[in-house]
C-alpha cells in the first residue's frame, strides 16, 4: 500500500469527523505539506459527506456506500494511532538517533581531547623555554667563572708584564694592564667614568714599527660604580712589537680606526 492509499483512508475519516486528536495531527500536518492528491482527496470527501448531509431522511445511502464508510471508520480508529506512532518510527529510526548520539559524543570529545593536546604542548613549550634560559643562563655564568678564573691567573702569574696606562685628563683614573706572553692580555681600571651616548671605550696596540697603524682590540664600557675588566685572550701583536697601549671613545660596536684621541696610553716595556 502507498503512503497515499493509507493517508486517503485517513481522510475519508477526517472528512467525517471521526479521528482522534493525534491522527488528525498527522493529517492535517500531510495536508499542509502540499500534497496535492490527498488534497483533491479531502475535497471528494467532504462533497461525498455534504451530499449525505442533505439528502432527504426517506434518501437514505445505499448499504454498499454506507458499509464502506463504517468499515473505514472503524477501521481507521482501530489502526490509526498504531499507524501514526509506525509512521514516526518508520521516519526517524532508532539507529539513527543513535548515530547521531555517538556522533555528537564523538565531537564533544575530539574538541575536548585537541584542547588537551594543545594545552600539553603548551606547557612543554613553556618547559623548554624556560630550561633554554637556564641553560643559558648557567653557560654565561660559567662563562664568567671561566674569565674571571683566567683573568685571575694573569694578573698572579710571575710572567705577566704590568703595564700602568695614566690618563691625558688628569681628573681622570689611570688604567692598568697586564700582559702574560702565554695567556693573553688584560685590562682594567677603577671610578671611570662612562662613554657617551652609543659610545664605548677601546682597547689599540700601537706598534713599534715605523708607520704602523694602531692595531684595534676589544670594546668594554665600565659597570655602574666605574669598575671594568676587559680581557683579550689571543693579542694581534707580539707584546715584543708593541711599543703602547692606548684607549679611546668610539662608537658602539667599535671602530677599525681610531676617531678620537687617546684618553689613556701606556708604553710597554
Known amino acids: 500500500m502507498s503512503t497515499h492509499d493509507e493517508f486517503r483512508e485517513l481522510i475519508e475519516a477526517y472528512a467525517l469527523g471521526s479521528l482522534d486528536s493525534a491522527d ?15 488534497a483533491k482527496a479531502l475535497q471528494e470527501a467532504r462533497w461525498l459527506v455534504s451530499q449525505l448531509a442533505h439528502l432527504a431522511p426517506t434518501a437514505e445511502p445505499s448499504d454498499m456506500l454506507k458499509g464502506r464508510l463504517l468499515q473505514t471508520v472503524r477501521a481507521e ?29 564523538f565531537s564533544v570529545y575530539s574538541a575536548w581531547n585537541e584542547q588537551r593536546l594543545r594545552n ?30 683566567h683573568e685571575a691567573m694573569i694578573w698572579m702569574d710571575p710572567k705577566s708584564v704590568k703595564i700602568m696606562l695614566p690618563p691625558k685628563d688628569p681628573k681622570m683614573p689611570q688604567l692598568e694592564a697586564m700582559w702574560h706572553p702565554e695567556l693573553g692580555l688584560c685590562v682594567r681600571g677603577w671610578k671611570v667614568p662612562s662613554p657617551g651616548d652609543n659610545r664605548v671605550l677601546q682597547l689599540w696596540l700601537i706598534p713599534k714599527k715605523a708607520g704602523g697603524k694602531p ?31 692606548a684607549v679611546t671613545e668610539e662608537p658602539i660596536g667599535g671602530s677599525q680606526q681610531p676617531t678620537s684621541a687617546p684618553m689613556w696610553v701606556g708604553g710597554v716595556s
Open 24 to 38: 488528525r495531527a498527522v493529517i492535517e500536518a500531510h495536508l499542509a505539506s502540499g500534497c496535492a492528491e490527498c
Open 77 to 105: 480508529a482501530a489502526g490509526g494511532p498504531a499507524r501514526q506512532q509506525e509512521a514516526r518510527g518508520a521516519a526517524i529510526p532508532w539507529w539513527l538517533w543513535a548515530g547521531v548520539a555517538a556522533l555528537l559524543l
Open 120 to 149: 600539553a604542548v603548551a606547557t612543554l613549550q613553556q618547559q623548554a623555554e624556560a630550561q633554554r634560559a637556564e641553560r643559558l643562563m648557567l653557560e654565561e655564568q660559567l662563562r664568567a667563572a671561566k674569565l674571571q678564573a
Open 215 to 245: 692595531m684595534p682590540s676589544v670594546t668594554f664600557w665600565p659597570d655602574a660604580s666605574g669598575t671594568f675588566s676587559a680581557m683579550v685572550e689571543n693579542p694581534p701583536d707580539a707584546m715584543s712589537a708593541t711599543q703602547a697601549l
